[in-house]
C-alpha cells in the first residue's frame, strides 16, 4: 500500500476468539508482551521509552496514545527503521478483531537494513526464529 | 526469478544450508566435493541441500566436464531484505504466539 508521501504501510488482521480485555492485557503487560513478542520495559504510559530486545537487535520504542481497551501506538525504531505500530482492538460477535499497521517504511530504509552494522549471523538468527513460526 | 520470502526463510532456517549458502557467498564458486570435504555432512546429504538452494534460487550451478561448479545469488535474498515482506513474516508468527498465549490465559 502506497502512501502520498511514499512511505508504506503493513495491515496485520486477525479475529481472535478472547475478549478485548484479554487482548488488551496481552498487549500492555509486560511479562504477557515477552511471551508473544519481546523481552521488554513496556510501561502503559504515554512517553514512556523502552525496548523491545530480540536476538536479532534491540527496538527502540516510545508510546504515543494509549485508549484502554481500544489502541495503543508506538514508535518503533530498529535498523535504520523508523516507524510506528498502532494496535486496534474492535470487539465482534465472536471475541475481537486485532489489527497491527506499521507504517513509516520508504523504499531507501532497504538499504539500511541489509547494511553492514547488523551481520549476517545475526540476520539468520532472527530469521530462523521467525521461520520456526511458520512451521 | 525471485523465490518468495516464505520459501526463502524456510531454506535458509535450515543450519546446515545456510553454512553452505554463506561459504558460497564468501569463497565463491566451489564444487560439491570442495563443499563436502570440511563440513562433517555427507555427500549425497549436501547435493540434497545444494538441490533446494537451486530451487529457491539462492544458488547457481554451472557444468563444466564432469564437475559442476556452484556459487551463491545474493540477489534471490532480495525479498528478504525487503522491509515490508520481513515485518509481514515476522507480525504472522508473532499473532500465532500471541494466540497461543491468549489460550493459556484461559486455563
Not at chain 1, 484502554?68 to 460477535?93: D, I
Amino acid at each position: 500500500m502506497m502512501q502520498a508521501n511514499d512511505t508504506k504501510t503493513l495491515i496485520v488482521e486477525r479475529e481472535m476468539p478472547h475478549s478485548l480485555d484479554k487482548v488488551w492485557r496481552a498487549l500492555t503487560q509486560s511479562p504477557l508482551i515477552e511471551e508473544w513478542l519481546m523481552d521488554n520495559d513496556f510501561q502503559p504510559v504515554v512517553g514512556h521509552r523502552f525496548d523491545l530486545r530480540a536476538d536479532w537487535g534491540v527496538v527502540e520504542c516510545q508510546v504515543l496514545a494509549i485508549e484502554p481497551n481500544q489502541a495503543l501506538s508506538y514508535t518503533w525504531e530498529a535498523m535504520g527503521l523508523k516507524s510506528v505500530v498502532t494496535w486496534t482492538l474492535t470487539p465482534t460477535s465472536a471475541g475481537t478483531q486485532l489489527r497491527m499497521e506499521q507504517s513509516g517504511f520508504r523504499p531507501d530504509q532497504q538499504q539500511a537494513y541489509a547494511g553492514a552494522k547488523y551481520g549476517w549471523e545475526k540476520f539468520f538468527t532472527g530469521l530462523e526464529r521467525v521461520a520456526g513460526g511458520l512451521a | 526469478m525471485h523465490a518468495e520470502p516464505t520459501a526463502v526463510l524456510k531454506i535458509l532456517s535450515d543450519p546446515t544450508r545456510r553454512a553452505i549458502f554463506e561459504r558460497l557467498s564468501r569463497d565463491g564458486e566451489m564444487t560439491v566435493h570442495a563443499l563436502t570435504d570440511p563440513s562433517g555432512v555427507s555427500q549425497p546429504a549436501i547435493s540434497k541441500h545444494l538441490g533446494a538452494l537451486k530451487l529457491a534460487g539462492l544458488v547457481r550451478g554451472r557444468r563444466d566436464g564432469r564437475e559442476t561448479y556452484y556459487s551463491a545469488e545474493p540477489k534471490a535474498l532480495a525479498p528478504l531484505i525487503d522491509w515490508i515482506g520481513f515485518y509481514s513474516t515476522f507480525w504472522n508468527s508473532r499473532f500465532d504466539r500471541l494466540e497461543t498465549l491468549l489460550k493459556r490465559m484461559d486455563q
